[in-house]
């Protein structure tokens, strides 16, 4: 079964006064001095569930353990968490006392992969900065890391046994750092401003926009609009830290979420007279991973704030325009496709309410295979609607993401967590997307009262629809009783209720929806299933085996023609949806 939980590890060590990944203190120590003593894993605290990981801090001339700054720590990150960086999800190493041992704890269930990891400095609770500050900051790595392990390359920790793992400088202990975060100083509202300077034939199609990301919004991709002389300006957060920002700028399809680098663009000239506040940003070849071939990538851009600059200044990024290459490849730079996706089956998302009280609003769906746009879901069976959309093979692989909307922005809004879009991946075949959430008062608000509703933290592809089961004997005649054995019945000898009607007879029972999802019923499972006498003595399926069935993501209705006398032949069956029509205000 395909079931996607989103969710934080969390772990309290608040009895030992210790920090855990996703932690929010900030123990001192009592001495910066370090012991002389061999490096004392021993002395690392265990814990159950967890396991520890530790470096032994190196002296450099650059920065020493008794300088190190109270606002700054070292914070660990890796394949366990998918290398995330901010303090909710990074790891805070908490400084063994009287050592020059920093360690912290990683779930003892989470994916190590090839133990690769990361460690940097970052800002701690203790600096007063704001939480999406703090954390890792990839400027401030080991200087193991930085001499040995650009870009996306990491090193990878060294076992010490089952429940502790040392992060080392290759076959030697010890790790240091060549800089140290500033004490941080903050300024209001820092702008930076770009525009484009692309060739003559270029056309930037309408399905086309320009992203940003970088490190003042989390590496987040951002849709952003020039103005009327083709100025691009971007904000770069109410209050930020003077410092290096780092970012990408490039294109990608408003219908596919995330930012794909191979689109980035790099710095072009400047108009005369004119001064940028923007390095990087350049193509640079470096060595393939055989050292035989090359390959091409563009550096990021950054910018510099300047405390002296003040408040609300713009930094000037200037012209962007095309590398020669895409990144990552030799072949030429070419923008995203401009195709948009299609309306079909290929994508459904299904939205159950767990609440009885039915929405006062229509449920719509706002998200990237939208464009933003709001767009009605079609109401399936009471209490559940639907989004359909088909996609090209351009799209699968990628993210989705959307929010549940009544139609307007400054009404109702169902996300993650309040705030956070729903974030899914498109895979290659059958894309079905569940999410279930409260809508008692969803549509019930207005402007000044705008509702931010929460969907559980998991989107699966699980079947949970009543379906009713309907079988009509062939031929002549009309069994006594039909009873139905199957996956769905644990293949118990079901009886199905006779039902006399003006059009004729036939046999019916409903599979309730708490039967698909006590069994876990994928919407890409078969139903199996026999028609028998109540005993295995006379049953009929298909060549002599079972029927099997795929009900998809709505079907509601499976009908069954076959003979329950004589059990012979085989059985013919569909499956089809019972459109339902709750009363909705529109």
Known sequence: MLNKKFGLWALSLASLGLVACGGNNNPQSS?????????????????????GVFFQFKDTEELKLADLPDYVSPFITGNWNGYAQTPDKACEMVRLEQTDIFYAYIPADGDLGDLGYQITLGYNVASGVSSDKQGIDWNFKTTYSKENFPGLEHPVMTKINDSLYECKAGEESGLGFDSVLPEPVMVKNPMVTFSLDLPEDV???????????????????????????????????????????????????????????????????????????????????????????EKYQVSNIGVALNALY?????????????????????????????EAPKV??????????????????????????????????????????????????????????????DGAWDRSEISLDGQNNIKVT????????????????????????????????????????????????????VPEKVFIAGNLTDWAHTELE?????????????????????????????FEFKITDGTWDKNVGVGGGNASVKL???????????????????????????????????
Request: aromatic share 10%.
């Open 31 to 51: 001495s910066k001095e370090p012991s002389s003593e061999p490096t004392p894993t021993a002395s690392i605290p265990s814990q159950e569930g967890s396991i």
């Open 203 to 293: 056309v930037i199609g309408e399905n086309l926009e320009v992203v940003i990301k970088g490190g003042f919004n989390g590496w987040t991709p951002e849709a952003v609009k020039a103005d009327e002389d083709g100025v691009y300006t971007v904000s770069l957060g109410e209050e930020v830290i003077v410092g290096k920002i780092e970012m990408c700028i490039g294109f990608r399809n408003k219908f596919i979420g995330g930012m794909d680098d191979k689109y980035n663009l790099v710095l072009g000239k400047l108009p005369e007279g004119v001064e940028r506040d923007a390095v990087g940003g350049v193509e640079e070849a470096v060595a393939g991973e055989t050292g035989e071939t």
């Open 310 to 338: 003040g408040d609300n200044y713009k930094y000037v990024v200037g012209p962007l325009t095309f590398p020669e290459h895409a990144n990552g490849t030799l072949e030429p730079y070419k923008l995203p496709s401009n």
């Open 344 to 405: 079909g089956h290929n994508v459904a998302i299904v939205l159950h309410n767990t609440s009885e009280t039915e929405p006062a609003r229509l449920p719509n769906i706002a998200g990237t295979i939208t464009g933003w746009d709001h767009k009605p879901m079609t109401a399936v069976t009471p209490g559940f609607w639907q989004f359909d959309a088909e996609v090209s093979e351009a799209y699968l692989g990628t993210s989705f993401e959307f929010k549940f909307t």
């Open 426 to 477: 498109l895979e290659a075949e059958l894309n079905v997307f569940w999410v279930e959430a409260d809508l008692s008062t969803f549509g019930a608000s207005d402007t000044s009262n705008k509702l931010k509703g929460e969907v559980d933290e998991e989107v699966t592809m699980n079947y949970a629809m009543d379906l009713e089961v309907r079988f009509y004997q062939e031929g002549e005649g």
């Open 498 to 526: 006779k039902k006399v009607t003006e059009e004729g007879t036939y046999f019916s029972v409903t599979i309730s929806k708490e039967v698909f999802l006590a069994k876990e019923f994928d919407c890409g499972m078969a």
């Open 552 to 586: 998809g993501y709505q079907a509601n209705l499976l009908e069954i023609q076959g003979d329950a006398i004589g059990f012979t032949g085989d059985l013919d069956f569909e499956t089809s949806v019972v459109p339902a029509n709750p009363s909705q205000n529109a």
